[in-house]
């Protein structure tokens, strides 16, 4: 079955630290992945995507991601975080093709970012 | 352009109710997933439609059912509410091609549900 993990559950960060988020996957071929993130009270939203082309993808508010193939990862960076980035992230990964495809999310990363 | 909209944001039900949740996706979007995201669970996918079918379905009991109209709007149906139902309900409306491109989807706020 598919899955997608993300191995840090909660992590906490003074501001200006760098922060790198983990995300595997369980399965090979052609993927198309995604980190979303959810502020406190507030819908998810897409940070950033990668489909195909150059393995490392710049997002939204100075976030970027990079995916490497050989060990199946999608991790998260951003090289100084903001009070502001405090949220819920969650990686995804949408795998399959017609009927057989879906959209499958790991647990989510709880980032909280101390002044 | 509107975004998704999710009616209602907030509901009470006690066990055994049921319970139907709208869903309103973007001009244009012909898929509609819902989501069920909890605390300990995170977001685990209930069921996808495209032009008014079930196009793919995750692992819930038949309790949770669908539906989507020819405007592309969509309700989600949960009878007999157990406690455990008590979670934030998500609906995604994409696109809906198969390229993985245009299945990117854009979230609505969500129904959060409590089952007393």
């Known amino acids: 079955a598919q899955s997608v993990s993300q191995h840090n559950h909660h992590v906490i960060l003074s501001e200006a630290a760098s922060l790198e988020l983990g995300c595997n996957y369980s399965?090979?071929?052609?993927?198309?992945l995604f980190w979303y993130v959810q502020y406190p009270g507030q819908h998810l939203q897409l940070l950033l995507k990668?489909?195909?082309?150059?393995?490392l993808v710049k997002g939204i508010k100075g976030f970027e991601a990079e995916f490497i193939k050989s060990k199946f990862s999608f991790n998260l960076r951003k090289p100084s975080v903001q009070w502001s980035d405090t949220a819920e992230y969650f990686c995804a990964v949408f795998k399959g093709a017609g009927t057989a495809s879906k959209l499958t999310f790991g647990t989510g990363t709880r980032l909280q970012v101390t002044l | 352009k509107a975004g998704v909209t999710q009616t209602p944001r907030y509901l009470i039900k006690t066990r055994g109710q049921q319970v139907t949740l709208s869903c309103s996706p973007i001009?244009?979007?012909?898929?509609v997933s819902w989501y069920q995201q909890t605390p300990g669970q995170g977001l685990q996918f209930l069921f996808e439609?495209?032009?008014?079918?079930?196009?793919n379905k995750g692992n819930f009991p038949g309790r949770f059912s669908g539906r989507q109209f020819s405007n592309s709007r969509s309700e989600m149906n949960v009878s007999t509410l157990e406690l455990g139902d008590s979670a934030l309900y998500l609906c995604?409306?994409?696109?809906?091609?198969?390229?993985?491109?245009?299945?990117?989807?854009?979230f609505g706020p969500g129904t959060r549900l409590t089952v007393l």
């Open positions: 995604a409306s994409s696109l809906g091609a198969t390229s993985g491109r245009y299945r990117e989807q854009f």
């Open positions: 990668y489909f195909s082309g150059d393995p």
């Open positions: 399965y090979g071929g052609t993927v198309n």
């Open positions: 001009s244009g979007h012909r898929s």
């Open positions: 439609y495209f032009s008014e079918t079930q196009r």
